[in-house]
């Protein structure tokens, strides 16, 4: 279902989306006709007009057979109480979708899928992830901080926040610096870089832009904390937090969506939504704590619950009990 070239474009209309649109339904219709035992994999919608318009579109007119199993996998968090705010949309929605045999969802926070498709088996698997670690470096924020975000530059995804909090605290005296890594739209960025240069912190706050691969982990590995202090509407179990863990970065992160689920206290600090002041007490508070305690108990936390073996021996399950279920 990839009918977007760019972050800009999502939930936005066009007509060479509208194209892919048609083809993809063409595509799902022949797969269904099959006569096979089949599980079909499909993440549902986030919570916005035109992602569930786009999906209603798809699903409407098509019959699945009986030996079609679907099995939703939930990224996008807030589905439910969307749908919920929209009664018509959401008996549409649920009139049109194929009721999935098996749903999966990142984490418990919010309101779960059982309340939409309750005769459905429901299951918790978070993300599992391989990471690319550099054993070698040995990391000292004893003389400066580090801190890295990566993301989306929406504002809601905190990086305006992030910004306004490290220009606090540097102007304070604190020995700390921030790189950015992300992309958005034109706007996002203007908005970004003019914000930078209103606070005069280009000497110590960087927009590197996107980065893939190894230029990608190489900003990374040299992190010290993670800064990712999110409120977005449809934020679920950000990868970026579960990475640094992956690389024994401690995270400074907030009490949203399941975010929680990602970022105890042994391993940084949670501050609530949207509030700088509390941004600004947890990045302080965190300097004061053991950095190698952190950084030690980060790395436990992502081998015990977020490795890619963990995640692919649960989907395993879930894949072979849709097959395999009479």
Known sequence: MDFNDDIGQVSRFSLKKLFRLIRFKWKLSKALSSKRHQCLYYPPPPPRFVPIIRDILIFVGLRAKKNNRWVYHVHAGGLPE??????????????????????????????????????????????GLEIKRDESLQKNPATKKQILFIGNIYEDKGIDLTIRAVSEIHKKGGKISLNIVGGGSQEDVTRVTSLINELQASDYVKYLGILYGDAKWEVFNQAHYMCFPSYYENEKLPLVLIESLGLGIPCISSHWRGIPEIIPEEVGVLVQPNDLEDLVKGIESIFKRDYQDLAANALKRFEERFSLGCYLTNFEKVFYDSIESD
């Open 82 to 127: 969307y749908l919920e705010g929209h009664p018509l949309l959401k008996k549409c929605y649920l009139k049109i979708d194929p009721a999935p045999y098996h749903v999966v969802e990142l984490s418990s926070d919010g309101v779960s899928f059982k309340e939409l498709f309750p005769k459905a088996k429901h299951t918790i698997i978070p993300y």
